[in-house]
């Protein structure tokens, strides 16, 4: 089959699982797509589970105008296609929280170049383009103290009134902070150069409350042996991507 054959035939599982209650109350928190059949992120999640990676196919739903594909898209790209040079084609279909947080989550986080996507992605004046590079950063075992530092500072400078990125480099503070014990130095040098904006303030209300449990979990999860991250826990996301109700 080629790829529209292809769509046809996940489109048309993924309608059966259709919602108009959720579609509608997705329309009026401001999540709009041309199409949305209000099927959860959970369903989606299982029914794209037994398609293959295939980048160009998930290239190809991502351009679509339907929810539901463009959020398969996430799950059937491989994360190992996703170069500087795919960045742009990736960041350009980020229209709401919902699609920046299961890129980042989905595809993004498992990326090789994660600084690098930290680096452009930061400096973008779109809070959900920053944003979902801030989340898939915090899911990245490659996402290095420097660079992730650097990243703050630059979307909290261009995004000085964002509830979003405030979100978003707190989750991504608190996974450096669980593998880096020197991140809890150097964060009030940090937190000083961010100048005086909304932003910061929301930043520094939760890191205030939410590090103080930092080394407790460092403990918890190395007696447990578990690679489970901090953010993973629950403890640190605002919103949690596997709500099946989403």
Not at 157 to 178: E, F, H, M
Not at 224 to 243: E, H, K, Q, V, Y
């Amino acid at each position: 089959m080629d790829n529209t054959q292809r769509m046809i035939e996940l489109l048309g599982r993924l309608r059966k699982q259709m919602n108009g209650a959720v579609s509608e109350s997705m329309a009026t928190n401001g999540e709009q797509y041309g199409l949305n059949y209000g099927v959860s992120v959970a369903t989606v999640r299982e029914i794209v589970a037994s398609v293959a990676k295939d980048y160009e196919f998930a290239k190809y739903l991502y351009r679509q105008q339907v929810r539901e594909l463009k959020l398969a898209a996430c799950h059937i790209a491989d994360p190992k296609s996703v170069d500087t040079h795919e960045f742009p084609f990736w960041s350009r279909g980020i229209r709401n929280a919902e699609l920046a947080e299961e890129l980042a989550f989905a595809l993004l986080s498992k990326i090789y170049d994660i600084n690098s996507l930290m680096g452009i992605w930061t400096t973008e004046s779109n809070e959900l383009v920053a944003y979902a590079a801030l989340m898939a950063a915090s899911r990245n075992e490659r996402t290095t103290t420097e660079v992730a530092f650097i990243a703050v500072e630059n979307a909290v400078r261009a995004n000085p009134q964002s509830a979003y990125i405030a979100d978003g480099v707190v989750a991504l503070v608190c996974y450096i902070a669980s593998r880096d014990k020197s991140v809890k130095v150097g964060l009030p040098h940090l937190m000083e150069r961010l100048a005086p904006c909304p932003t910061k303030a929301k930043i520094e209300e939760e890191l205030a409350w939410r590090l103080e449990y930092i080394d407790e979990l460092i403990e918890f999860n190395a007696i447990n042996s578990r690679s489970t991250t901090l953010c993973d826990g629950g403890i640190f996301f605002c919103r949690s991507l596997d709500d099946p109700s989403r």
